[in-house]
């Protein structure tokens, strides 16, 4: 039976004819800037359009995510990024058993979220959550929902390969078991081949897909002062949040000019490990830590260490607001806030403008964040972390949600970049997606560091 129909329906330079039956499994996929999550919001609803779509169903039996925020509950933008690591400031914050209504939920309804979500995740709060637990959550908090059509957008991007292959074979499971519709958006397929699964293929828009730059157009820049040797070393370092201990007996030292991969499990304490090195976390003043050959605490503001450190993480451009234009937020990273309250350099409009050109970003320039793809998003985030060209540069998962063009030029942005003088932590579950100038490899798993 069809479900919706579209037909006629101009999404960027194609024009879409296709039905969603029930019982069927949908892959969508496309590069960034393709209209992939734009084709979701018009088939549940949240794009209004009468003209090209036919529904046989109400659109409360349409259950949607997209894996940015849940506006009735849990918001990023009501947050700040550094609040997940303050105790103090997160006194409104809700745990993941209430954010999914578990507490007044039917035991089977508590059994399958658990098929989903380990039990010791559900007492844990939302803030708290790395991108890949948070990603779970909401994928959970989507099935829980009693639809006809369920719609996923981008559900495995920021998963480790074990979780990735896990959610394959439960979503396959799940729509064999409930008999629904399953709408899944993706960059790149991560069902196997047997599975029957009915793909709908997107192409990019001409207008953007044009300002893709080439790895020969990438320009050079130059190589920042790094005037010291040791950029973290911790010894003994332990966190707790609450009963739960993220970090236990971690001993490490980066020294300038290394270049670092970090890997372990969704969940393993990477966020809160990076979270040290970066100054957002206040749990630092009580570690034997030292940053930049300083130990921590010792009269440096958390301002002089961040105007060293280009830092990409999966979920920071959620907490941006939507209305912010691009080059407003790539221009804050000049001052490792949301706004640059000064007077920008002549020499740093230079290097910024080249930065837009060079990750295809100028046709952006004026357009509000809340207007790009997810992919186009990460790149905003990456041209902010280097608006400094700082001497250190953490990457955590600096790939997610990228297509194929856009990952190997950025790929060749940071191996350019990768020069003696400076230090590089790269967090990345794919092999594919390891930078070639990585040497050196750290494992985290439940706390622990093995390096």
Request: hydrophobic share 40%; proline share 4%; aromatic share 8%.
């Amino acid at each position: 039976m069809s479900l919706i129909a579209v037909t006629g329906l101009s999404i960027g330079d194609q024009v879409l004819d296709f039905e969603l039956k029930s019982q069927h499994l949908y892959e969508i996929t496309g590069p960034n800037g393709s209209g992939k999550s734009y084709l979701a919001r018009v088939l549940c609803g949240k794009v209004f359009n009468k003209n090209n779509v036919t529904r046989q169903l109400s659109l409360t039996e349409i259950s949607y995510t997209d894996f940015t925020a849940d506006g009735s509950v849990f918001q990023y933008s009501s947050s700040y990024y550094q609040e997940r690591y303050q105790s103090g400031a997160k006194q409104e914050s809700i745990k993941v058993i209430d954010f999914l209504k578990l507490q007044q939920a039917d035991p089977a309804t508590v059994d399958f979220a658990q098929i989903i979500l380990p039990s010791k995740l559900l007492d844990r709060e939302m803030i708290e959550l790395s991108s890949g637990e948070t990603r779970k959550v909401l994928i959970a908090k989507t099935l829980l929902k009693p639809a006809l059509i369920y719609i996923l957008d981008n559900p495995f991007t920021g998963l480790d390969a074990k979780s990735i292959a896990e959610l394959s074979e439960f979503l396959r499971h799940f729509h064999e078991r409930s008999g629904c519709c399953l709408v899944v958006l993706t960059v790149k397929s991560h069902f196997s081949k047997d599975h029957e699964v009915e793909c709908i293929q997107l192409v990019p828009y001409t207008s953007r897909s044009g300002a893709i730059p080439t790895r020969n157009q990438l320009p050079q820049f130059e190589s920042p002062p790094a005037p010291f040797d040791r950029v973290f070393d911790i010894h003994k370092g332990q966190i707790y949040a609450g009963d739960k201990q993220l970090l236990s007996e971690v001993n490490w030292c980066i020294r300038k000019g290394e270049k670092w991969l970090l890997q372990g499990p969704n969940g393993s304490g990477k966020t809160t490990l990076t979270s040290l090195m970066y100054a957002d976390n206040p749990s630092a003043y009580a570690q034997d830590l030292v940053i930049f050959d300083k130990k921590r605490g010792s009269g440096e503001s958390i301002w002089q260490i961040k105007a060293r450190i280009g830092f990409v993480s999966p979920e920071i451009q959620n907490y941006w607001p939507q209305s912010a234009k691009v080059l407003d937020v790539v221009q804050s990273g000049l001052s490792g806030t949301q706004v640059l309250v000064r007077p920008i350099k002549a020499a740093e409009k230079s290097h910024i403008d080249a930065l837009l050109a060079a990750l295809g970003l100028t046709i952006f320039s004026q357009t509000a964040l809340g207007q790009l793809s997810s992919g186009e998003k990460k790149m905003v985030m990456i041209a902010r972390a280097l608006a400094l060209n700082p001497p250190v540069l953490i990457l955590d998962e600096p790939f997610q949600g990228l297509d194929a063009e856009r990952t190997s030029l950025v790929q060749a942005l940071f191996s350019q970049l990768a020069n003696s003088e400076r230090t590089i932590l790269q967090i990345a579950h794919e092999e594919s997606e390891i930078l070639d100038c990585i040497q050196r490899r750290a494992w985290l798993e439940e706390g622990r560091l093995k390096t």
